[in-house]
């Protein structure tokens, strides 16, 4: 079964200080895996993408294939990165573009 | 470019009223999604059109649930008759290709509260 777990519901750090999001999937092919961002009203968008090992206003995530898991990193928290992040799967459909399994969210709060 | 358009934002109703949603996606968008976003949790997917077929509609209560896309652009979604259950954020988005991996970008959603 296709699956992503986000452990965490809330995480609060204070600015400054490193931010790890935890992400562990399930999925039986070749994942593709995803960040998607939602600040406070404000559309749902993505963050970053894993095949692109980029790093988007300094987050980075790496995937581990043995350990199934997709963590979303960024050593030093910034205000403005409080918002609800998603991390997600996206499920290959042969013949026509594919579709993405979110997780539950985790609201990320950074204290001044 | 504009983005991904909903409407309503808001909707109230009570339990077993009929409700409707629209949306008109980014244009030259072939693929285009209908989400569930109920509180506390991800969104899920209900149904995905490409061009103006379903592809996919596994997740779809179709006894209650339905949707359309008339000439492959704009689309709707509709609720009859609405449990309390489906109080939830209906979010759209519609992403560029019709094959392998593509962005994909999301309406404001309507927030639908079933009372």
């Known amino acids: 079964a296709q699956r992503v777990t986000q452990p965490e519901k809330l995480l609060s750090v204070f600015k400054g200080a490193p931010v790890e999001l935890k992400c562990n999937y399930s999925y039986s092919g070749s994942p593709e895996l995803f960040w998607y961002v939602q600040y406070s009203r404000q559309r749902l968008q993505l963050l970053l993408r894993?095949?692109s090992r980029e790093s988007i206003k300094g987050f980075t995530a790496d995937l581990n294939k043995g350990e199934t898991s997709f963590h979303l990193k960024k050593p030093f928290a910034q205000e403005e990165d409080s918002a609800m992040y998603y991390c997600a799967l996206s499920a290959l459909q042969y013949s026509s573009a594919s579709k993405i399994i979110f997780g539950s969210g985790t609201r990320l709060s950074i204290r001044p | 470019e504009a983005g991904v358009a909903q409407s309503p934002r808001y909707k109230i109703i009570e339990k077993r009223q009929s409700v409707a949603f629209w949306c008109n996606p980014i244009?030259?968008?072939?693929?285009l999604y209908w989400y569930q976003q109920i509180l506390g949790q991800g969104p899920k997917l209900l149904i995905q059109?490409?061009?103006?077929?379903?592809?996919?509609d596994s997740q779809l209560p179709k006894d209650r649930f339905s949707a359309e896309r008339l000439k492959g652009v704009d689309s709707t979604l509709k609720i009859q008759p609405a449990k309390l259950e489906d109080s939830a954020v209906y979010l759209c988005?519609?992403?560029?290709?019709?094959?392998?991996?593509?962005?994909?970008?999301f309406g404001p959603g309507t927030r639908l509260t079933v009372l």
């Open positions: 244009s030259g968008h072939a693929t």
């Open positions: 988005a519609s992403s560029p290709r019709t094959s392998g991996y593509n962005e994909q970008f």
């Open positions: 894993h095949i």
């Open positions: 059109f490409q061009n103006n077929g379903v592809v996919d």
